[in-house]
């Protein structure tokens, strides 16, 4: 089930031995470790002024450090993999973790996938070890919060063996605020376990454009009140675990056609239907007093009008999210290395305007140097105080006392195996899975299919990149869930843009099957996509399509004999998938969003609520 590892083991306190996994078994205290004992020991932890007290011991350098949330490459704090020395050398003149922390003395790691930071659950651990170690070996050390984008679904930095729940939109179709808050505190408790203490998660936004390429099944649906529900839920159930969550991003990004990775989105919404629409969610999170909330680069001209991303802000994050909605937690940016935040300003400027804005951690510069010594400079320059600076700082070493970094900034080995990927977690979340599973069409009772009657299948489709740690291709991972099911099931990937030899291969494929399941990814007008389907539909085979991605695409195939929405391609939802078509469990799930007729687009197809059932 676990990955091997050195077994490491943290010990109950720092005030008595320091362990890092893959450092030492034991270390003497240092002088970062003696100056954390003094802040760990009794109750004042927690007190501001306690808090301000360390705050007046630090320099200005290493203020202005703990304000970023840097990422790094390699699965190692010491010792990373050759390329991603290169890497690093490249991109940041540093060779590994722990000479950025020294260097820059960053609050803040965030790790990615792609960066070689998430091997596995072992490895993990021992990176957040080496990294807490390097910042503590500095002289007055803090410990680091080290965070990731574990949203699940199409989103999930960390994969298996770690427990993957579905998705956003897919607990959005289940509905139940219990199951959100299980995956919060199951989800919570293993980033923990792996030394990772701020999920970049729940996604607040409502999503109300189908166009929007960025949001989508990343939200929990379009009606705001349920979307509040689910958002407030999940944070109780993070926060529960001791991990911070953040609800994002705000003031919402859930209608644009605009990616802001690599745009910058307007977003035309009026103050009141922003109040009535996206603020909801948001509230709804500061009411359940959510650890963090993440800053969209999105341009809201009914909030600002000066054509400011709301990252930079002072308006939106200062006059309304801290001022209107009450939030005095902490805020963070989205990643500055995307386009709808450098659009209008250099690298230079953008987290001097972020601090001047209220944000208060600086997720990501693309230039690590340049925004360091940029704001730096601001402070000695007069353009921002100290003071400002220190009132970020207390918001940030409030979340770390809160999270109990200062007590216990260690994980151990024997807590990875106690807690990642269990099989009373994975179970759980097949459990929730089987409840999101929503049946659109089902002409002349089509599902569930008889093995009896319907042995052989052809599973066709989309094959989209697997989301992080999952078994994938999803025609791969369908088919083998249908045979463990009793069917003969055959794997054919045609793609997100089948050609015509491909269809025709498919088409060939489906006469010796006897029904034909078929796997769609985003199906538009001029989707290929739609062509496979109407011709596999011809031979007179009957066709089951299953989205995995967005629902709008039943909208698009009309020619199908049934239709479900997964949400997302990861296994826990392709499996439930398979059991519903199977007849193992019912459809249950009920769309979260409203599907419009491909032709009328101000036409309602689905509305909200809609699912069938056997």
Request: charged letters at 20%; hydrophobic letters at 40%.
């Amino acid at each position: 089930m676990h990955e091997s590892g050195t077994g490491s083991t943290a010990q109950p306190s720092r005030r008595t031995v320091l362990a890092a996994a893959g450092v030492s078994a034991a270390l003497a205290l240092t002088p970062g470790a003696a100056h954390a004992a003094g802040y760990a020991a009794g109750d004042s932890v927690h007190d501001d002024e306690r808090l301000k007290g360390l705050i007046s011991r630090m320099t200005l350098e290493e203020k202005v450090g703990q304000l970023f949330v840097m990422r790094i490459h390699g699965h190692s704090a010491t010792a990373p993999d050759q390329a991603d020395i290169d890497a690093n050398l490249r991109e940041f003149g540093v060779r590994t973790a722990a000479e950025l922390v020294a260097r820059y003395r960053v609050g803040g790691i965030i790790y990615f996938a792609w960066a070689h930071n998430t091997r596995g659950p072992h490895q993990i651990a021992e990176l957040s070890n080496g990294i807490q170690k390097a910042s503590l070996d500095q002289p007055r050390g803090l410990p680091v919060l080290i965070a990731t984008d574990q949203e699940h679904g199409i989103i999930a930095r960390v994969g298996r063996p770690a427990t993957l729940f579905p998705g956003a939109m897919a607990i959005g179709a289940g509905g139940s605020r219990a199951d959100a808050q299980t995956l919060g505190r199951i989800a919570g408790a293993e980033l923990r376990a792996l030394g990772i203490r701020q999920d970049y998660s729940p996604d607040a936004d409502v999503n109300v454009n189908p166009a929007n390429p960025v949001i989508g099944v990343r939200s929990f649906g379009a009606d705001p009140d349920a979307v509040a529900a689910l958002v407030a839920a999940e944070v109780r159930g993070y926060q529960s675990s001791g991990v911070a969550a953040t609800a994002k991003h705000f003031p919402g990004h859930g209608d644009t056609a605009v990616d802001s990775h690599y745009g910058f989105p307007v977003i035309t919404h009026s103050r009141e239907l922003w109040e009535r629409l996206d603020a909801v969610p948001f509230r709804a999170a500061v009411r359940a007093g959510v650890d963090a909330v993440m800053t969209a680069h999105i341009m809201v001209p009914a909030l600002d009008g000066s054509g400011d991303p709301a990252t930079l802000s002072r308006p939106i994050v200062t006059g309304i999210l801290r001022q209107e909605l009450g939030y005095d937690g902490v805020v963070v940016t989205d990643s500055l290395g995307m386009e709808g935040v450098r659009q209008k300003y250099g690298d230079d400027r953008v987290p001097v305007l972020a601090l001047k804005a209220g944000v208060d951690q600086l997720l990501d510069p693309p230039n690590p140097a340049l925004a360091w010594n940029a704001v730096l400079d601001a402070v000695r320059g007069g353009e921002l105080t100290e003071a400002r600076l220190d009132e970020s700082l207390l918001r940030v070493l409030r979340l770390k006392a809160k999270l109990g970094l200062l007590d216990q900034p260690y994980v151990s080995g024997d807590g990875v195996d106690r807690t990642v990927g269990t099989p009373e977690h994975l179970r759980t979340a097949d459990r929730i899975a089987d409840r999101t599973t929503t049946l659109l069409v089902n002409q002349e009772r089509l599902l569930p299919l008889s093995r009896r009657t319907r042995p052989r299948l052809l599973v066709a489709g989309a094959d989209p990149a697997s989301p992080t740690g999952t078994d994938g291709p999803p025609t791969t991972v369908l088919a083998n869930a249908l045979t463990e099911l009793g069917f003969t099931a055959t794997a054919l990937s045609t793609g997100t843009a089948p050609s015509s030899a491909t269809v025709a291969e498919a088409v060939t494929a489906a006469r010796d099957a006897d029904a034909v399941v078929v796997a769609t990814y985003n199906v538009s007008a001029t989707s290929s996509q739609r062509t496979l389907v109407h011709q596999l539909a011809a031979t007179g085979k009957p066709v089951i399509a299953l989205a995995v991605r967005n629902p709008y695409d039943v909208a698009q195939l009309p020619d199908v004999g049934a239709f479900l929405a997964s949400y997302a391609w990861t296994d826990v939802e392709l499996r439930a998938a398979a059991r519903v078509i199977a007849g193992r469990v019912r459809p249950r799930g009920r769309l979260p969003v409203p599907v419009q007729r491909a032709d009328d687009p101000a036409q309602v197809l689905y509305p909200i609520g809609y699912g069938l059932s056997y």
